[in-house]
């Protein structure tokens, strides 16, 4: 282990062994990590100590890790599990290959027009992924788009996220958010779009959109001043514009603007305009490798300096902006580090998406400048020459990578294949079939049974519940502990099932901090709702 971790001692996540330290910010801390049972390097985000004492923001904390497990897309950063503990919280993330946008604009100022394309295109198709699961980000920046040593981008952070529509307090950092959004307006995708074109914006200019001296004056540009586009590429002018327009409706959902974007694009700068901007921000990404985790080409996460700013602005901005009214997040990566800790002194809370397993494949091609980017999004490469490597693939298993289970390991990757010539002549043409897309599978009725329950070794419970559902979608598994009369909260661990129509799930609960007397409770509950509701079952503590 890294002699940089030794000044954070503290809790850190059972069954990863902590690396180095990526970033660090008022709001926790981000670390490069390994999974003990594969060997899959991964990123650690903790929430700081202080935070995890706050209620509201560990319930924001919480909810990252659930929208994030709802998203699959090589353009967002995936999650593979979520801790909770008495001591601390985490979630555990793929390890992108790249460095922070705010770094690399830092260094460059600008990307040039055809690098900006790629990443505003990246950036739409991932927050198009996260908007058709009725999610938005509400907190897009710089610092939240990785670059990866081939070009590519993935969007991380959804610290602040919420569902589309949904009432939430004024949040985001100033200098990207939208009109709307200063008034506390109900999150929709039109700030997403907004705050992406003001990023798209610095990417071409080297600057932010507006800029002012205090919060009040930024806040009247974004609402009322119009945007100044001498300095923007003519090509690219209307997106910008359209893209920044003041009121919501007047802005292009992130499919329209793809769609502009496309045009724009090959309209000003040809055909293979993608291939070169990629090109580009890879070699702009690569002068910055001594910055990756790995000492090569792995992902920087950046402690932003920019606050997000969380609270109702109206009736704020009067007066100083202090307190609670002014928060910094952890971003894409604040961080500090921690070193390795008991498990026995853990109160674990683990859910798990997606278990790391198997070894990374090296050798993933960048996609044409016509296809869209890959299915499997990739991860850490050692190579020194920033080539992505192809993404582990994780376990199906309902469980955590617990240090008494095995994860399943990938099979080497095959041999070269050979090439049989092709036929000559010319081969009879056919009609193309009409296709119909599938609708995606949903989990249908949920039912939900808790088989035993039983004390663990030491102050632990342990539930076996089995679910039956009649289709294959995805649902969400929550056990929430309890313990004494009236019910004082012991955290919750949630699990994300898909794929099969019945599962067998545990969960082990740690009631070190109230070991004996009492009653222990845990509560199963799923989305989609169970027709039956939260089932629960209770166990006596051990006499003291």
Known sequence: MSDTLGADAG??????????????????????????????PVAVKYLSERLHGDRDFLARFRAEARLLGELRHPCVVRLYEYVEARRGAAIVMEAVDGVALRALLREHGSTGPEAALVLLKGSLLGLGAAHAAGVVHRDYKPENVLVRADGSSALADFGIAVRAGREAEAAGTPAYMAPEQWDGEPATPAGDVYAATAVFYECLTGRQPFVADDLIALRLQHLRAPVEVADVPEPVRDLVRTGLAKDPADRP??????????????????A?????????????????????????????YEATPALTVLGRLKGVLGRTLVGAAVLAVVAAGAATVATAGSADDTTTTTAANSVPSGTPAS?????????????????????????????????????????????????????????????????????????????APTAGTVTIVIGSLRRGPGSTLIADVTVDTTGTGPLTLTADFYVG????????????????????????????????????????????????????????????
């Open 11 to 40: 809790w850190t996540v059972p069954g990863y062994e902590a690396v180095r330290t990526l970033g660090r910010g008022a709001g926790g801390r981000v670390v490069l990590a390994r999974h003990e049972a594969t060997g899959v």
């Open 272 to 300: 293979d305009w993608e291939e070169r901007g990629r090109r580009g921000l890879g070699r702009l990404a690569a002068l910055l490798a001594l910055l990756f985790p790995f000492g090569t080409t792995a992902a920087v």
């Open 363 to 439: 050798g993933v091609p960048a996609p044409s400048s016509s296809s869209l980017p890959p299915s499997d999004s990739p991860t850490p490469s050692g190579s020194p020459s920033g080539s992505a490597s192809a993404e582990p693939t994780p376990s199906d298993s309902t469980t955590a990578p617990a240090t008494d289970g095995t994860p399943t390991t990938a099979a080497p990757g095959a041999g070269p294949t050979a090439t049989t010539p092709a036929p000559t002549g010319t081969a009879p043409t056919t009609p193309a079939p009409t296709t119909t897309t599938p609708e």
């Open 485 to 544: 009369s009236p019910a004082e909260s012991y955290g919750s661990q949630s699990r994300q099932l898909s794929g099969s129509t019945q599962y067998s799930v545990t969960f082990q609960g740690d009631f070190a901090n109230h070991p004996c007397r009492g009653t222990w409770t845990i509560a199963v509950s799923s989305s989609p709702q169970s027709p039956g509701g939260t089932r629960t079952a209770s166990a006596d503590a051990p006499p003291c």
């Open 253 to 270: 959902g992130v499919d329209a603007l793809l769609a502009g974007l496309e045009r724009a694009a090959a309209d000003g700068y040809g």
